[in-house]
């Protein structure tokens, strides 16, 4: 099923937010689950699925990681490659234009991490996909949106289908490969268009594969 979030959507999506200058798409932050979950784990390879402006992509490359970042949108991958030239990491980053339900990348990694991807196929199916291309020994690192009854938000509600609770995530992970190191849905605010407070209630869930 596809759920509109195709290419065409995240195209305009990421032009919208070019021509709505910085806002949160333009000069956003990585998000503070990112350097909480990874501090302890040793630099290596990783793959962002879905790295949309590159924010989570440069910081981890910032921090020793050689990392493969992949999105639909050459928009968006055209917006990170022009932040990562000023982060003295681009040379650790390899940015993929790809549609992640299509997409293989012909090898696994020490960290699969994705942030709020929303490719169109199921949130579900997505997170089994990338969970493959965990190296025995690595991380998987999914953070996305919590779904429940209420506004998001953002002004708009999430469908089921793009949306996940950490039970239903944590219960796609067979524990006889996985141990289960976070599972959590935490609030957190930002600040929006005109000092707006934009309330997020978000899923974070870090696994590592056993070897």
Same mark, same amino acid.
């Given at each position: 099923?596809? @759920?509109?979030?195709?290419?065409?959507?995240?195209?305009?999506?990421?032009?919208?937010?070019?021509?709505?200058?910085?806002?949160?798409?333009?000069?956003?932050?990585?998000?503070? @689950? /990112?350097?909480?979950?990874?501090?302890? +784990?040793?630099?290596?390879?990783? %793959?962002?699925?879905?790295?949309?402006?590159? &924010? #989570?992509?440069?910081? +981890?490359?910032?921090?020793?990681?050689?990392?493969?970042?992949?999105? *639909?949108?050459?928009?968006?991958?055209?917006?990170?490659? #022009?932040?990562?030239?000023?982060?003295? &990491?681009?040379?650790? /980053?390899?940015?993929?234009?790809?549609? %992640? !339900? %299509?997409?293989?990348?012909?090898? !696994?990694?020490?960290?699969?991490?994705?942030? @709020?991807?929303?490719?169109?196929?199921?949130?579900?199916?997505? @997170?089994? !996909? *990338?969970?493959?291309? $965990?190296?025995?020994?690595?991380?998987? %690192? *999914? $953070?996305?949106? /919590?779904?429940?009854?209420?506004?998001?938000?953002?002004?708009?509600?999430?469908?089921?289908?793009?949306?996940?609770?950490?039970?239903?995530?944590?219960?796609? /992970?067979?524990?006889?490969?996985? #141990?289960?190191?976070?599972?959590?849905?935490?609030?957190?605010? +930002?600040?929006?268009?005109?000092?707006?407070? $934009?309330?997020?209630?978000?899923?974070?869930? !870090?696994?590592?594969?056993?070897?």
């Amino acid at each position: 099923m596809n @759920y509109e979030f195709d290419k065409d959507f995240w195209e305009r999506h990421w032009q919208e937010g070019r021509a709505g200058g910085s806002g949160s798409m333009g000069g956003n932050q990585p998000n503070p @689950y /990112l350097a909480r979950e990874t501090s302890g +784990l040793t630099p290596g390879t990783a %793959l962002d699925a879905g790295c949309g402006g590159g &924010a #989570e992509a440069i910081w +981890l490359a910032s921090h020793g990681w050689h990392v493969t970042a992949a999105d *639909i949108s050459s928009e968006a991958l055209a917006r990170a490659a #022009e932040r990562a030239a000023t982060s003295g &990491a681009s040379e650790r /980053l390899q940015w993929v234009e790809a549609d %992640l !339900r %299509l997409w293989n990348p012909g090898d !696994r990694f020490d960290l699969v991490m994705t942030h @709020y991807a929303h490719p169109a196929m199921p949130q579900l199916e997505f @997170y089994d !996909r *990338i969970a493959g291309w $965990v190296a025995p020994g690595g991380t998987l %690192l *999914i $953070v996305g949106h /919590l779904h429940t009854s209420d506004s998001t938000g953002h002004g708009h509600q999430h469908p089921a289908e793009a949306s996940a609770t950490s039970a239903t995530v944590t219960a796609r /992970l067979d524990d006889t490969q996985w #141990e289960i190191v976070t599972a959590e849905e935490p609030r957190r605010t +930002l600040t929006g268009h005109g000092g707006r407070a $934009v309330p997020l209630h978000d899923v974070v869930v !870090r696994a590592a594969r056993r070897r």
